[in-house]
């Protein structure tokens, strides 16, 4: 009897270990590369994970994910044979990621455990920057930290002072001059004439260009910006162009207590209108309503919708203590498509909040022809 048990046993353990071999199986060389310590300026790296079919039946990979964009994948695409290889290959960008690094690419394949983990590691030695690092914005033959120069949150009775570094690439002295220039601001550059580059050098004469930015003189509210063109030793090119933007905020920080509990406040019954389903070329509308529960005028300073499909009418500018009134806003779903989630920023003398931002939220079905 113990000896019928006993090759029943083996029967059945011999039977189970038969029928997991007719699925597909992977089996990994290795499952962790360490690429050890390597310069930034070798550029990307790339280890290769080998694996073999053990099982009975194709083998394929249904998904490999990276978990960040710094790491690519390349793998076998095509069904894997029992007993032959396929392969993942995992590269690593190291280009402004200096130091330690550990990143894992998820593999998902046909097999009873779906899902391996491969992982990466390594040290990213930093490499020495030069003149292009610093000054990455080409302008023809000079170079720039950035075009674009944020002043981000200002008040409108006061002005403000920043500075953008220049560096001469070229073997010709430059001389920058302005075009477009906004009354609010004055620019000027020292020094006035950027030496050339001379042979055995990397770079010319090093400068820095200074705007100044009197914020009661925009006479605007909210996000603003201008476009100043650069003019390199008298030639004008329409791709040589500084930008100067800056967030214009009522100055409230003077009130004292009793100015605070006189100032008009501003409550909106609802900041958000979802208009459902529209065909492409349909509008829809919405009063906003408001009403000023404070003591003195609301004044609306400015209203700003995110994108030109959206139009707003106030009913009013000035809106009176206990007053109640509306803004209607009307999107038009015209050359829109899919989701659709646009905002309208009202600025207003309201001290304790000078900005509102209202949401238009829906979806518009394209009309087939």
């Known amino acids: 009897m113990k000896k019928t048990g006993l090759l029943l046993l083996v029967i059945i353990i011999s039977f189970v270990a038969f029928a997991q071999t007719q699925e597909p199986a ?64 995992v590269t690593y960008n190291p ?34 920057k030069g ?99 650069l003019i390199i030793n008298g030639v004008s090119n329409s791709r040589n162009r500084i930008s100067v933007s800056a967030t214009v905020e009522e100055d409230f920080t003077h009130l004292t207590d009793d100015e605070l509990a006189k100032a008009p406040k501003i409550e909106f019954d609802n900041t958000q209108f979802e208009f459902g389903t529209l065909k492409q070329g ?7 309503t408001f009403k000023n529960t404070g003591k003195s005028d609301l004044v609306i300073r400015k209203i700003r919708a995110s994108c030109g499909c959206t139009a707003t009418n106030p009913e009013k500018m000035v809106v009176k203590p206990g007053e109640t009134s509306y803004l209607t806003v009307t999107f038009n779903s015209n050359g829109k498509r899919g989701r659709q989630n646009k905002t309208i920023t009202v600025i207003t003398n309201d001290p304790k909040q000078p900005s509102v931002v209202l949401k238009v939220i829906g979806n518009v079905e394209q009309v087939s022809h």
Request: hydrophobic share 30%.
């Open 282 to 288: 349909e509008k829809s509308s919405n009063n906003f």
């Open 26 to 89: 992977i089996s990994w060389e290795q499952v962790v590369y360490k690429f050890g310590t390597f310069k930034e300026e070798a550029g990307p790296q790339t280890a290769t994970f080998n694996f073999t079919n053990t099982g009975s039946k194709p083998l394929f990979l249904t998904n490999v994910r990276a978990s960040c964009g710094c790491t690519a994948t390349e793998y076998t695409k095509e069904p894997v044979k029992p007993g032959e290889k396929g392969f993942v290959k």
């Open 131 to 229: 003149i292009e690092d610093y000054y990455p914005k080409v302008l023809d033959s000079i170079r720039l930290r950035t075009s674009h120069l944020a002043f981000n949150k200002v008040f409108n009775n006061q002005t403000y002072t920043d500075t953008l570094g220049v560096v001469n690439m070229g073997a010709e002295p430059v001389k920058l001059t302005f075009e477009r220039v906004p009354a609010h601001i004055k620019i000027s550059v020292t020094p006035a004439v950027l030496d050339a580059k001379k042979p055995n050098e990397k770079h010319g004469g090093i400068g820095y260009i200074t705007v100044v930015y009197d914020a009661g003189k925009k006479k605007d509210w909210g996000f603003v910006m201008d476009r100043i063109n």
């Open 95 to 128: 280009r402004n990621r200096p130091g330690r690094f550990n990143k894992s690419v998820t593999v998902t394949a046909n097999t009873e455990n779906p899902t391996t983990l491969l992982r990466i590691s390594g040290e990213v030695t930093p490499r020495v």
